[in-house]
């Protein structure tokens, strides 16, 4: 197993079926432009790969807020449906984890939708806590 950042073309075309399952409303040439976009705006993509197959993926970035200070914001976290319960987000969002103590960071964030109830379990056992609501409004 190991973790990596998806630095080419190649790498994020292959972190897209894993990526879709989290974001289906997004082809693969939209995913890659907006990936492209997005990367303007300091968002990196990190994979799990093990066995020759991608099984986890994280869009996240660094930024700086007056509420937290500087921090790692997870943009988008998912472990394919096949390979779920297997330890590969746990070992990512440590990763993330370590990624943001090495950056100076003070703190982890991530919205997640509140219908994803597997999800909420997985980030409160990973010692998050829920502490704000998140609002917005469609343009």
């Known amino acids: 197993m190991r973790i990596a950042l998806a630095e080419s073309v190649a ?7 894993v990526i879709a399952e989290l974001r289906p409303h997004l082809s693969e040439a939209q995913f890659l432009a907006q990936v492209a976009r997005q990367r303007e705006q300091a968002y990196e993509l990190a994979y799990v790969e093990a066995s020759g197959a991608i099984n986890s993926v994280a869009g996240f970035r660094l930024m700086e807020m007056l509420a937290f200070g500087k921090i790692l914001y997870i943009d988008d976290l998912i472990t394919t449906d096949a390979q779920r319960s297997h330890g590969y987000g746990a070992q990512l969002f440590d990763w993330l984890c370590d990624q943001a103590r090495q950056q100076g960071c003070a703190q982890l964030h991530l ?3 509140v219908q994803r109830f597997a999800a909420h379990r997985f980030y409160l056992r990973q010692r ?3 502490n704000s609501h998140h609002f917005a409004l469609k343009l």
């Open 11 to 17: 790498d994020l075309t292959r972190c897209y079926p």
């Open 111 to 113: 919205d997640s939708g």
């Open 128 to 130: 998050m806590e829920i």
